[in-house]
């Protein structure tokens, strides 16, 4: 594992990011004593929201063509 000090890891932090993402963790040291070990997190899965109220609500046939005339009649159109 790889050990930098403070400065070296403030002028190449997004290098240091990038490796310890591909799994190469490393520590920050100040004055070479061992401060913090920076590792890759294991995000959560986003939760998917597509179909979250499956089986809870029913949709129409013609749910499309609701209000058909009511809206045409506003604009003037003869259905």
Do not use: C, Y
């Not at 930098?4 to 490393?26: C, P, R």
């Not at 004593?33 to 029913?58: N, Q, S, T, Y």
């Amino acid at each position: 594992m790889v050990t930098v000090n403070i400065h070296e890891a403030k002028t190449q932090l997004s290098k240091l990011v990038d490796q310890a993402v591909k799994g190469e963790a490393f520590i920050i040291a100040k004055a070479g004593k061992p401060l913090v070990k920076v590792a890759a997190l294991d995000a959560p899965p986003v939760p998917k929201r597509l179909g979250f109220l499956a089986g809870e609500i029913a949709v129409p046939k013609d749910f499309d063509r609701m209000g058909e005339a009511e809206i045409a009649a506003l604009f003037g159109i003869v259905a």
